[in-house]
């Protein structure tokens, strides 16, 4: 099930945040960024949502505005799924979700703007998802034990 984040979800959504932002492996966020910056980072933007399974939280994810003004109608979306939902096609449910989300919103595209190359399963679901990789940012992520990666610029019309 998937559905609104409240402020009751934030310990749930902080223990899906904490091991993936202190990794430093996916995204580009300080490893060492406290509680309250990075729920207010996930949770600050137009949307924030949860995946539950039988009442545990498993998956969450962010809809906000990619650009302000003339691009305001490109969203931008994180996700992420702990490690006892992955492999289940939680992050494409999630996904697929967010897309109707967003149009409701009033979004007509979806851009991701910063997904780093050695994430290739999120590379590749987000292609069969139909987004396309229009731009690589050479050597843009220092990566804690693959050092410099690229990251791609992918993106979608959701209307």
Not at 28 to 55: F, H, K, T
Not at 69 to 80: L, M, P, R, T, V
Not at 88 to 95: D, P, S, T, V, Y
Not at 141 to 156: I, L
């Amino acid at each position: 099930m998937i559905r609104e984040a409240t402020s009751a979800d934030k310990d749930a959504i902080w223990a899906l945040l904490e091991p993936v932002f202190r990794s430093g492996e996916t995204y580009a966020i300080d490893p060492a960024i406290s509680r309250a910056d990075a729920l207010a980072y996930w949770m600050g933007g137009a949307a924030c949502y949860v995946a539950e399974d039988q009442g545990a939280v498993v998956g969450t994810y962010y809809i906000r505005t990619n650009q302000p003004g003339g691009g305001a109608h490109i969203c931008n979306c994180g996700y992420i799924v702990g490690d006892a939902a992955r492999g289940r096609g939680l992050a494409g449910q999630m996904c697929e979700a967010s897309q109707g989300q967003a149009r409701a919103l009033g979004y007509r595209a979806m851009q991701f703007n910063f997904v780093l190359e050695s994430n290739a399963g999120a590379v590749r679901l987000w292609h069969r998802l139909g987004f396309e990789t229009v731009g690589t940012i050479p050597q843009a992520f220092d990566h804690p034990t693959q050092g410099m990666v690229n990251a791609f610029v992918m993106y979608k019309q959701i209307n």
